[in-house]
């Protein structure tokens, strides 16, 4: 299988890992740009894609998804506290070796796992599961392997943001002037007798 590199300068044993047990006749090339994109929203959308369900033909106990390649995975984001307060957890076999990582640590050793690790672990656990695994090709920056292939470019659907509630909302308007009360100087609000008396005098 003849692939042009152009400028990737990855590992390419791993970035064509298993391609050739995948049927890629009739399968789409749809690119995700993960810069500036939440982790948990990235990840349903490519799962959608991945286990084909984002077409009319779509049967669960068929492969039907289409090949995801993700770009830019250094520069997902989270959400919250997650970034110091989310953990990995898994367990060596003996006594006592329960390891953690936090996501934090994980960015730093490989954040391609990170989206890897979210995206599976929204696909059914069944027969499918490692097919649909081996259609995910994630890179680190914006180069990869793939530039003779017909690539799509996957647009993100818009961010719903629910409404503020009232409640939530005078407080931040409170909140508000508060933060301009302490910057500027306050002024003093005049009675109505010192203004009248003001406008007498002139």
Known sequence: MKMVT???????????????RI??????????????QVLGRLASQISTVVQGKDKPTYAPNRDDGDMCVVLNAKDICVTGRKLTDKYYRWHTGHVGHLKERSLKDQMAKDPTEVIRKAV???LPRNKLRDDRD?????FTGDEHPFADK??????????QVREMRPRAKRALIR??????????????????KDEEKAEVSA
């Open 6 to 20: 152009g400028a990737f300068n990855g590992n390419m044993k791993r970035a064509l890992a298993g391609l050739r």
């Open 23 to 36: 049927d890629l006749d009739g399968l789409r090339w749809r690119v995700f740009d993960a810069k500036g």
């Open 120 to 122: 599976l672990r929204m």
């Open 134 to 138: 081996r259609k995910l090709r994630i």
């Open 150 to 159: 017909p690539l799509e470019p996957y647009v993100m659907p818009p961010r």
């Open 175 to 192: 909140a508000q002037k508060k933060t301009e009360q302490q910057q500027g100087v306050p002024t003093m609000k005049k009675n109505k």
